[in-house]
């Protein structure tokens, strides 16, 4: 499983995690977020993020780093930094930064949406659950879907199937059309043994997002699960044609070689 934790709100695979849900800002270190705020470092942490994206690391880590040398309390430019190292395998450098922007920012729900991401990845998941509540006690944390959903895949981890659920359905329940929590609820169900459930919940998450491969991977063992051959021929053409590549498409080729 990987979670969802860079910059935009994308899918990953099958029983990967939400990237974080925005660099937000809470410059009061309370409650809610001023986003009128203009701090000297913030449009270097914009221009940071503009990299982090393109993929052009060496640039946004020096963004970042220019941020915090006109502003040390910038606490997004902490966010980003840890974002940076983590993604270059600096586990330390990177908790640090975490750290930082959380003694800043305390309550800051996003930057602790992406903590609990960073902990669970590392398999400390009692810490993740623990900072995933605590994004989730700001009563006006806008994306709460984010952190429930990442809550819920990281309870899979465990395994907790029966709190993955909880939290997934919490997570449906703030957006019932929040793509990533509905493809973690159709994979809860098939691991559950609830292939209906699992087809309707992937039926529900088509009617948001396209096809990944691991949706259309859901979509065969569904199919094959409950006896509906048509189904499952066609989500595994859709599958070989489309992602043939893919580590699902392996996958299917072994299954249909058994």
């Known amino acids: 499983m990987v979670l969802f934790a860079s910059i935009s709100l994308l899918m990953a695979c099958e029983t990967g995690m939400v ?3 925005g660099l937000q800002d809470d410059s009061t270190g309370g409650f809610g977020r001023d ?8 449009v270097y942490v914009k221009m940071a993020v503009a990299y982090m994206e393109d993929g052009q690391i060496d640039v946004a880590l020096q963004k970042a780093r220019q941020a915090l040398s006109v502003e040390p309390g910038n606490a997004q430019a902490h966010n980003v930094i840890a974002l940076l190292f983590d993604r270059l395998g600096e586990d330390a450098l990177a908790e640090r930064h975490f750290n930082r922007g959380m003694e800043i920012q305390p309550r800051n729900s996003y930057l602790l949406n992406a903590f609990g991401t960073f902990m669970c990845n590392r398999q400390r998941y009692t810490e993740a659950d623990e900072l995933f509540q605590k994004a989730l006690s700001n009563p006006l ?6 952190a429930l959903t990442n809550a ?22 703030k957006n019932p059309r929040f793509a990533p929590a509905l493809i973690q609820m159709g994979q809860v169900s098939f691991t559950a043994g609830k292939y209906l459930s699992a087809r309707a919940y992937l039926q529900r998450y088509l009617e948001v997002a396209p096809h990944t491969a691991a949706s259309l991977w859901l979509g065969v063992r569904t199919e094959r699960e409950l006896g509906d051959r048509d189904s499952e021929a066609s989500y595994s053409l859709s599958l070989r044609n489309n992602f043939p590549d893919s580590n699902e498409a392996k996958l299917l080729m072994e299954l249909q070689q058994k």
């Open 35 to 42: 986003d009128q705020r203009k701090g000297a470092g913030d």
């Open 152 to 173: 819920g895949i990281c309870s899979g981890r465990i395994p907790d199937i029966e709190r993955s659920e909880t939290y997934l359905r919490r997570a449906l329940e």
């Open 19 to 21: 990237k974080t849900d």
């Open 141 to 146: 944390y806008k994306t709460p879907e984010v």
